[in-house]
T-cell receptor, first 115, second 113 residues
Framework: ETGVTQSPTHLIKTRGQQVTLRCSSQ?????VSWYQQALGQGPQFIFQ???????GRGNFPPRFSGLQFPNYSSELNVNALELDDSALYLC??????????????FGPGTRLTVL | GNSVTQMEGPVTLSEEAFLTINCTYT??????LFWYVQYPGEGLQLLLK?????DKGSNKGFEATYRKETTSFHLEKGSVQVSDSAVYFC????????????FGQGTRLTINP
C-alpha cells in the first residue's frame, strides 16, 4: 500500500510568483486536506477536498486555491506569493470527509521558501 | 473558535523517566482528540486518539485520557526511550463537517541516554 506522497520536496520562489504543490493520496482514500506549518508552529488547516469538492476552508485568503482530481490526488495553488507563505505544506489523506474522528495520513511535506 | 494549548517546550528527559505533556482544549460540542508525532525528517504520524469523554487512547506505551470536565488530553508514558525523541502535537477535530484538525504548537521532546 503506497502512502501519501508530495512533490516537489523543496521549492524556492520569489515574491509575487505563483506555485503549485501536488499530493497523491493513499490508495482508497477519497479525502485530501492541506495544512501550512510555519517553522516551530503546529500545522494550520488550509482546506479539504472530499470527492472533488471543497469541503471546508480555514482562515486563508482566496489566493490559496486547490483541486482534487477523479483519482483523488490533489493540487494546492498559491498566487501572488508573500514572504510569510514560506512554510512546510502538508497534505493528508483520509476516508469519509465528514467523519471527524477518521485518521488522517500525512505526507512528508513540501518546503516552500519565498525570497 | 476552537483551540489547543500545549505545554511549552522543549522538554529534555533521561531514558526511563516518566513523561507528561500537558494539553488543554477549547471547543464547542464534543470534539475528537488526537496526539500526532513528528520524528526528525518525517511526516506527522497519528500516535493515539479518543473520540468521547473518558475514552483512553493508547499506543507504543503512550496513553492519554479524554477529560471533558477539565478539557484536557494529557500525554503520558511510564518509561521513555531515546527513540521517543520527536515533536508531539495535540489536536482536535470538530464533530461533523470537514475533518479539520486544529493543532497545538507542538512540544519538542529530547531523551538523553
Amino acid at each position: 500500500e503506497t502512502g501519501v506522497t508530495q512533490s516537489p520536496t523543496h521549492l524556492i520562489k520569489t515574491r509575487g510568483q505563483q506555485v503549485t504543490l501536488r499530493c497523491s493520496s493513499q490508495s482508497g482514500h477519497n479525502t485530501v486536506s492541506w495544512y501550512q506549518q510555519a517553522l516551530g508552529q503546529g500545522p494550520q488547516f488550509i482546506f479539504q477536498y472530499y470527492r472533488e469538492e471543497e469541503n471546508g476552508r480555514g482562515n486563508f485568503p482566496p489566493r490559496f486555491s486547490g483541486l482534487q482530481f477523479p483519482n483523488y490526488s490533489s493540487e494546492l495553488n498559491v498566487n501572488a506569493l508573500e514572504l510569510d507563505d514560506s512554510a512546510l505544506y502538508l497534505c493528508a489523506s483520509s476516508l469519509g470527509g465528514t467523519v471527524s474522528y477518521n485518521e488522517q495520513f500525512f505526507g512528508p511535506g513540501t518546503r516552500l521558501t519565498v525570497l | 473558535g476552537n483551540s489547543v494549548t500545549q505545554m511549552e517546550g522543549p522538554v529534555t528527559l533521561s531514558e526511563e523517566a516518566f513523561l507528561t505533556i500537558n494539553c488543554t482544549y477549547t471547543a464547542t460540542g464534543y470534539p475528537s482528540l488526537f496526539w500526532y508525532v513528528q520524528y526528525p525528517g518525517e511526516g506527522l504520524q497519528l500516535l493515539l486518539k479518543a473520540t468521547k469523554a473518558d475514552d483512553k487512547g493508547s499506543n507504543k506505551g503512550f496513553e492519554a485520557t479524554y477529560r471533558k470536565e477539565t478539557t484536557s488530553f494529557h500525554l503520558e508514558k511510564g518509561s521513555v526511550q531515546v527513540s521517543d525523541s520527536a515533536v508531539y502535537f495535540c489536536a482536535l477535530s470538530d464533530e461533523g463537517g470537514a475533518q479539520k484538525l486544529v493543532f497545538g504548537q507542538g512540544t519538542r521532546l529530547t531523551i538523553n541516554p
